[in-house]
Nanobody, 125 residues
């Protein structure tokens, strides 16, 4: 089972990035998907989640209206479109998969069984 996050980079404040997460070795369409981030010196925090079907999403309050999580189950891909980026958004971003689709979307890291390796997002002011 492997999740591979990509798409990070350096962007100016106000700019946009699109993160992608490629899943292999698991039926990704049967998992809720999530994005988390960890800034230097801080704990990893929840950013966004999407149901296995893509019909429901859940966001960290500070990214609502700026970030959009989506998925393409046919391609085993999870995405995070990040617009209006702020220096506070700079972090390593991780994708994750939660197999417990009988539950609603949750922000706790402990419910996500599979994790990607992270992709670095740097936002210059």
């Amino acid at each position: 089972v492997q999740l591979q996050a990509s798409g990070g980079g350096l962007v100016q404040a106000g700019g946009s990035l699109r993160l992608s997460c490629a899943a292999s070795g698991l039926p990704f369409g049967s998992f809720h998907g999530g994005w988390f981030r960890q800034a230097p010196g801080k704990e990893r925090e929840f950013v966004a989640a999407i149901t296995w079907s893509g019909d429901n999403t859940y966001y960290l309050d500070s990214v609502k209206g700026r970030f959009t999580i989506s998925r393409d189950n046919a391609k085993n891909r999870l995405y995070l479109q990040m617009n209006s980026l702020e220096p506070a958004d700079a972090a390593v971003y991780y994708c994750a998969a939660d197999r417990n689709t009988g539950y609603p979307l949750r922000a706790g890291q402990e419910v996500y069984e599979f994790w990607g390796q992270g992709t670095l997002v740097t936002v210059s002011s």
